[in-house]
């Protein structure tokens, strides 16, 4: 079983992050951990903050000489802008000499979206700071550095995981399932929204930028492919072994994601049976078994009876517009229980290209975790030997028919 827990707050000291069922014996790609969290901060549409933070995570257990052990794998990743917040956001109970930057006021006027009024309820917090710095998305940070770990552990049985947005307000694409991995493989890191579309780029890039001169903010969609995923990740036999029900809950998990679906999605409730389901031809199939059957479509997404069929997985999830407006919505100063627009803090317009980044974080942990279960060992050596075997068996029994 491979999980993780984060810490940090969005303007404390620095996120750290401890993974832990990490088989020995994987060397680290620290480059590829670095090359994640430089994706993560980039996309048109962010703020000023990320012109501040320049993300790397300091390996502090778990690995030596540049490979796992077996032991907890234990990450930090400092936050720059610590700097400019001791004062606001110090541990100590005193402010300790030598603090830097800005004294704030208290957070009191919650923002319509955020969890600042339903944290300062439940945890008692008259300062809604308190709650505001662990519900900002500075979390996914951490998420996406361990996840980078999950990804070459899954990428020792040849899964690779990419992602690529969607759409951005109305400015969609119109028809997602027909990129293909390759395509969304093939999107530079350099395009501004990382969407297999250049066209339709523009149209969201314009969506944004009316935002932004509104005070306003947009969300979008994304979709996190996985290719090469071997059949038989997950299960049907129980509600909490099903892999759509897993990846859901691991995509609905970060910030802003308000729904989550797999291949065709939401679209499958109004079409009819005949035009949803992925008929079973002869020939060779996708996936790393190799499997002698072909599906002509994928709009189940490679999931079937929450257990994945060889195909590639693609899921979708959509993100609602970020909670922090300059135009302030309506809400209530609690201290005078007076009606005043909402707090403004530094933020993003859109944010939808680094949560994509974050979703496949999200989806690399997930598999990496239904990858141990199946072939699961204390080895990667091990494991890919496992892998090989159930390969091998399937393929034989296919050949003896
Ligand atoms: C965020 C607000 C912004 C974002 C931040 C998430 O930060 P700040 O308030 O410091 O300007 O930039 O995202 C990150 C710092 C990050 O690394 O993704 C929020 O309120 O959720």
């Not at 703020?47 to 690995?63: P, T």
């Not at 944004?208 to 509104?214: P, Q, S, T």
């Amino acid at each position: 079983m491979l999980r993780f827990l984060t810490a940090g707050e969005s303007h404390g000291k620095a996120l750290v992050t401890i993974l832990e069922g990490v088989p020995a014996g994987l060397a680290l790609d620290f480059d590829a951990i670095t090359a994640d969290l430089r994706r993560r901060q980039t996309g048109y549409g962010r703020g000023r903050r990320m012109l501040i933070e320049s993300d790397r995570a300091d390996v502090l257990s778990g690995v030596r000489h540049g490979v796992t052990t077996g032991s907890p794998i234990a990450l930090m990743i400092p936050n720059k802008d610590w700097e400019n917040w001791q004062k606001t956001m110090h541990v100590e109970p005193e402010m300790p000499a030598g603090a830097t930057g800005a004294e704030r006021p208290p957070v009191t006027r919650p923002r319509p979206g955020h969890a600042d009024l339903a944290g300062f309820v439940k945890y008692g917090q008259d300062d809604m700071r308190n709650i505001l710095e662990r519900a900002s998305a500075r979390e996914t940070a951490a998420r996406v550095a361990v996840g980078a770990i999950a990804r070459q552990l899954v990428r020792t049985i040849g899964i690779e995981i990419a992602s690529h947005v969607v759409s951005i307000g109305p400015a969609s694409l119109r028809d997602p399932l027909a990129v293909t991995f390759a395509q969304v493989r093939a999107i530079s890191t350099e395009t501004p929204l990382h969407c297999a579309d250049p066209a339709v780029e523009q149209q969201m890039i314009a969506e944004i930028d009316r935002a932004r001169e509104a005070g306003d903010t947009m969300g979008g969609s994304f979709e996190v492919l996985a290719h090469n995923v071997p059949p038989g990740l997950g299960s049907h036999v129980q509600w909490d072994r099903k892999l759509d029900g897993r990846l859901a809950q691991a995509l609905m998990s970060i910030q802003a994601i308000k729904g989550v679906g797999i291949g065709l999605g939401p679209a499958v409730a109004s079409v009819p049976g005949s035009r949803v389901h992925d008929e079973i031809l002869l020939g060779a199939g996708g996936g790393s078994a190799s499997l002698p059957v072909r599906r002509p479509t994928n709009n189940a997404g490679g999931l079937e009876g929450g257990i994945t069929n060889g195909e590639d997985l693609r899921v979708t999830a959509y993100m609602k517009p970020i909670s922090t407006l300059m135009q302030p919505l309506r809400s209530v100063d609690l201290p005078t229980m007076t009606e005043s627009p909402a707090t403004v803090e530094r933020s993003d317009v859109c944010a939808v290209p680094a949560a994509a980044v974050v979703g496949e974080a999200m989806v690399a942990l997930v598999l990496a975790d239904a990858v141990l279960e199946k072939f699961g060992s204390d080895t990667i050596e091990e494991l890919v030997a496992n892998h090989r075997a159930f390969r091998d068996r399937t393929a034989a029994r296919f050949a003896s028919r």
